[in-house]
Nanobody
Framework: QVQLVESGGGLVQAGASLRLSCAASGRTFSANAMGWFRQAPGKERDFVAAIRFSGDSTYTASSVEGRFTISRDNAKNTMYLQMDNLKPEDTALYYC????????????????????WGQGTQVTVSS
């Protein structure tokens, strides 16, 4: 059974940092693009960041650019989201996702391009 499990969320004050992890099990995702999305209460799920299968190409949403960094360790079958200088507007449920397509030269920013999803980890930033 394929699973993506997020961890690392929590309650922090504005300006703090958190590092989210997404651990995959059931299969390897070293050949697959992966990404992070988030959903704030009462809002739609939004794209946050994406990474190519090899980890050498990434893309982050303008709302988090310069503060959030996506990375992956294929040897550990794990993806990360380093979040610095957190703001109250970053409060959301954060999801990791993986595409089923392999060895693609690009990453994905749309939800429909991802086939596997985690259950989410809550990040709450107080002012």
């Amino acid at each position: 059974q394929v699973q993506l499990v997020e961890s690392g969320g929590g309650l922090v004050q504005a300006g703090a940092s958190l590092r989210l992890s997404c651990a995959a099990s059931g299969r390897t995702f070293s050949a697959n693009a992966m990404g992070w999305f988030r959903q704030a209460p009462g809002k739609e799920r939004d794209f946050v960041a994406a990474i190519r299968f090899s980890g050498d190409s990434t893309y982050t949403a303008s709302s988090v650019e310069g503060r959030f960094t996506i990375s992956r360790d294929n040897a550990k079958n794990t993806m990360y989201l380093q979040m610095d200088n957190l703001k109250p507007e970053d409060t959301a449920l954060y999801y990791c996702a993986a595409s089923s397509a392999t060895w693609r030269t690009y990453y994905y920013t749309a939800e429909y391009e991802y086939d596997y999803w985690g259950q989410g980890t809550q990040v709450t930033v107080s002012s």
